[in-house]
């Protein structure tokens, strides 16, 4: 089993509408959750972190967290074609040498007109 | 103008030569990592290092080196070791080992 799991999409939402993007990790003892905006030939970009069981907002964006489901969501509200990148989920653990943030391979996410 | 960059944005390395990464930052953090990453596949830790003159190996350290002389500076040496190098290299820094991690834009190498 994959330490963070996401479905590698594409994920194809018209624009204005809801985008769901989930991802589900395998450590019990992960603490902190980050969701990363990556274009296409370009690097990652932090969108948000999460650390407590819950959403929280920023903007058109929401993350959500639940813990004992070991999921972590990323919702964006009044999609734009802007964007339309990957979305990469990465999940910190605390280890016996320090804290270890792992990535999983992202969710393509596609806004059309 | 704060944040991370990294040279050369592309890289062509021989069979058998050793190549260098550059990575600056001036964010003034503590902890500065590498990563690779490979079509289909998420980031893969090379090397990290949360402070100067100390590093420690990632998940795939083989075929790769580092030094950490300098707070700003972070260097990655991919050498002749590192049988398949082709791939995009992203440089990270971060406040410490426990906090938020930033990247910079990113070396794409290939082999000629």
């Known amino acids: 089993q994959k330490e963070v799991e996401q479905n590698s999409g594409p994920l194809s939402v018209p624009e204005g509408a809801i985008a769901s993007l989930n991802c589900t990790y395998s450590?019990?003892?992960?603490?902190?959750f980050f969701w990363y905006r990556q274009y296409s030939g370009k690097s990652p970009e932090l969108i948000m972190f999460?650390?407590?069981?819950g959403d929280k907002e920023d903007g058109r964006f929401t993350a959500q967290l639940n813990k004992a489901s070991q999921y972590v969501s990323l919702l964006i509200r009044d999609s734009q074609p802007s964007d339309s990148a990957t979305y990469l989920c990465?999940?910190?653990?605390?280890?016996?040498?320090?804290?270890?943030?792992?990535f999983g391979t992202g969710t393509q996410l596609k806004v059309e007109l | 103008d704060g944040g991370i960059t990294q040279s050369p944005k592309y890289l062509f390395r021989k069979e058998g030569q050793n190549v260098t990464l550059s990575c600056e930052q001036n964010?003034?953090?503590?902890?500065m990592y590498w990563y690779r990453q490979d079509p289909g596949q998420g980031l893969r830790l090379i090397y990290y290092?949360?402070?100067?003159?100390?590093?420690q190996k990632g998940d795939i350290a083989e075929g790769y080196s580092v030094s950490r002389e300098k707070k700003e500076s972070f260097p990655l040496t991919v050498t002749s070791a590192q049988k398949n190098p082709t791939a995009f290299y992203l440089c990270?820094?971060?406040?410490?080992?426990?906090?938020?991690?930033?990247f910079g834009p990113g070396t794409r190498l290939l082999v000629l």
């Open positions: 290092s949360q402070i100067v003159n100390d590093f």
């Open positions: 990270a820094s971060s406040m410490d080992l426990k906090q938020t991690q930033y």
């Open positions: 999460i650390y407590s069981n």
């Open positions: 990465a999940v910190k653990t605390l280890t016996g040498g320090g804290n270890k943030l792992t």
């Open positions: 964010l003034n953090h503590d902890a």
């Open positions: 450590d019990r003892g992960s603490q902190s």
